[in-house]
């Protein structure tokens, strides 16, 4: 009986690889028979399109690391769960330079994977609710805005700025307007800061055409649009007094999507303020008070969407976890479960493995006038015909 050599290369499964290089034009599609395997002890593959080679991790947060994944993974679960760097540099003899970096890589991953799962337009929010808080950070103050569907408790936006101003709320509701489908009734609950109303009208609108034809085309608020305010005062830091207005559209008609979404039978802002504490228990850096406060914006950035991903995709929601008795959905539920984003509960080694394919190859713009006649198909022009003295026509010689 012969042996079986155990050193044989094995083939190399590439259904599911892309080639990642931006001047391919195979560029980001899977399944066309144009990766192939390219060496045996190291997972590497080749496009036959362009003839570049490229590792296994290119679009993941591996790209590029030289420690073990293993180590790599279970330091950003540490993360993930509010543990302080300083902890992790203690506990696993690494140096504090490596486990920042470490937190930007995994951020800046998890915020490319946000964008390509949630921010496609596909989502019907029905119910949205957005806040601000304070970030201490060394020497400074930043704001942090964030968004949540109430539906789903998916959270769907967050934006960093040193100072809260239309700016900051500007680009939050455009990141909004990104996740949610066009021209659906949509409400959203916000405190009473004076910019959002604004900003939420400014983003959720389009285009139509001028009916006069002349001048830019108009543009249109979603006849299906509104927006709650609720207004705390305190007196002692207690709650005295709770206003709640309709900035925009009718409280008969946002009185059924409160319903429909279970966010409660009035306005409010529970829901998001309850996100606001899970995002402080679980990235040190938003602490109050603490002695490892974050040094640079982009650190702040990068913990958000650290924390905003694993939030989606790898904890389940207790309350989204519970039976159906009791308004859940009877088995362990993340909010992207519930969002029907994914079918199953992510690890945090699949959230950082996942590769996001480049966008295709954009089709080159055709320049000059265009033919109005195909050239083969033009007749041929007859010759001339030339009246002799005699009264007689015939064609020219020449």
């Not at 509104?226 to 709640?244: P, S």
Request: charged share 25%; with cysteine; net charge positive.
């Amino acid at each position: 009986m012969k042996k079986r050599d155990t050193n044989i290369p094995q083939k190399t499964n590439t259904s599911e690889q892309f080639c990642p290089n931006l001047e391919c034009t195979s560029r980001g599609q899977i399944g066309q028979g144009n990766i192939v395997g390219h060496g045996s002890k190291r997972p590497r593959y080749k496009c036959k399109t362009c003839g570049k080679t490229f590792s296994a991790r290119v679009g993941t947060a591996l790209e590029g690391l030289r420690k073990p994944t293993e180590l790599f993974v279970i330091v950003v679960i540490l993360l993930a769960y509010g543990c302080p760097i300083q902890a992790i540099v203690h506990g696993f003899g690494l140096d504090e330079r490596t486990v920042a970096s470490w937190q930007h890589r995994a951020g800046k991953h998890c915020e490319l994977v946000h964008q390509e799962k949630i921010e496609r337009g596909i989502l019907d929010l029905m119910h949205v609710q957005a806040d601000e808080i304070w970030v201490k950070m060394r020497g400074t103050v930043v704001w942090v805005a964030l968004a949540m569907m109430v539906p789903t408790r998916l959270w769907i936006a967050g934006e960093v700025s040193k100072t809260r101003d239309s700016n900051l709320i500007d680009r939050l509701m455009e990141q909004v307007r990104r996740c949610c489908k066009a021209m659906t009734a949509l409400l959203i609950c916000t405190d009473g800061f004076a910019a959002y109303p604004k900003s939420i009208i400014k983003a959720f609108r389009d285009k139509v055409k001028n009916p006069y034809g002349i001048g830019a085309p108009r543009k249109r608020v979603w006849p299906r649009l509104y927006i709650g305010t609720v207004i705390k005062y305190t007196v002692k830091r207690r709650v005295t007094e709770v206003v709640r207005r309709m900035s925009h559209g009718q409280w008969r008609k946002a009185k059924r999507l409160i319903k429909a979404s279970k966010g409660g039978k009035k306005l409010n802002t529970s829901f998001i303020e309850r996100l606001n504490g899970t995002f402080r228990e679980r990235l040190a850096s938003f602490t109050r008070k603490c002695r490892h406060a974050a040094s640079k914006i982009e650190t702040v950035h990068a913990g958000i969407y650290l924390i905003g991903c694993t939030y989606n995709f790898c904890f389940f929601h207790h309350e989204l976890s519970k039976s159906k008795t009791k308004g859940g959905y009877g088995f362990p539920c993340t909010p992207a479960m519930a969002s029907g984003i994914t079918n199953h509960i992510w690890s945090v080694k699949e959230l950082l493995t996942y590769k996001i394919p480049p966008p295709p190859l954009p089709v080159p713009k055709k320049r000059g006038r265009s033919r109005t006649k195909c050239i083969q198909n033009m007749p041929i022009p007859k010759k001339p015909v030339v009246r002799l003295r005699k009264g007689v026509l015939c064609a020219p010689t020449t």
